[in-house]
């Protein structure tokens, strides 16, 4: 993946994790500020930036992943095909593009904006809260996938008459239903209205 200034920024030479950053926004998506990630996630949560992606198949079917067991916020579940944080400075888009490719070892194809969502989505399990103002992306996944076992528990592509029951009988992410709620009119416009969505 390209190097941007903020990616650079963020990237340890020395092989050590420096802290993560976020942006605080308020309200209407301004950003107001920074707190490491684990900060802004402890209750009640301060509003940051994210993102949300759903990467479409040929055939209409949305690409699931089901996140790792060691991730520190809401492992096991299942969730849309990728979601992050962009770090402070660099936009949505390329932070979409950049972390659909970590984690899943593709580059999107005809990713696309899909709008904004605003929620509040506390996590029972954890006590972690998810305060955010989330950039929605849709595009297609034309690749084999090379998941990072580290982030990705398993991925599923699956129709939306398929997602229905899948999410009736598995536990999904608090805001995975909010996000593809949101995104469902780029969604539509993106595979047609035969994939059902």
């Not at 699956?158 to 909010?178: D, I, K, N, Q, Y």
């Amino acid at each position: 993946m390209p190097t941007t200034p903020a990616t650079a920024a963020h990237s340890s030479s020395n092989g050590t994790a420096d802290a993560i950053m976020l942006e605080l926004v308020d309200e209407n998506g301004t950003t107001i500020g920074t707190a490491e990630k684990l900060a802004a996630h402890q209750a009640p949560g301060q509003l940051h930036r994210a993102f949300s992606v759903f990467l479409f198949d040929e055939q209409g079917r949305l690409l699931l992943q089901r996140r790792a067991l060691g991730k520190y916020h809401s492992p096991g579940v299942w969730s849309n095909t990728c979601c992050g944080h962009p770090y402070p400075g660099e936009a949505p888009f390329a932070a979409a593009a950049r972390r659909t490719y970590e984690e899943l070892g593709v580059s999107p194809s005809l990713l696309a904006a899909a709008g904004t969502v605003r929620y509040n989505h506390p996590d029972p399990a954890s006590g972690l809260v998810e305060q955010e103002f989330n950039h929605l992306f849709v595009g297609m996944v034309q690749e084999r996938l090379r998941p990072d076992e580290d982030e990705v528990g398993e991925t599923a592509f699956v129709t939306a008459g398929e997602l229905a029951g899948r999410h009736a009988a598995a536990p999904f992410s608090a805001w995975f239903m909010t996000v593809l709620d949101a995104a469902r009119p780029a969604i539509r416009e993106l595979t047609g209205p035969s994939a059902g969505w």
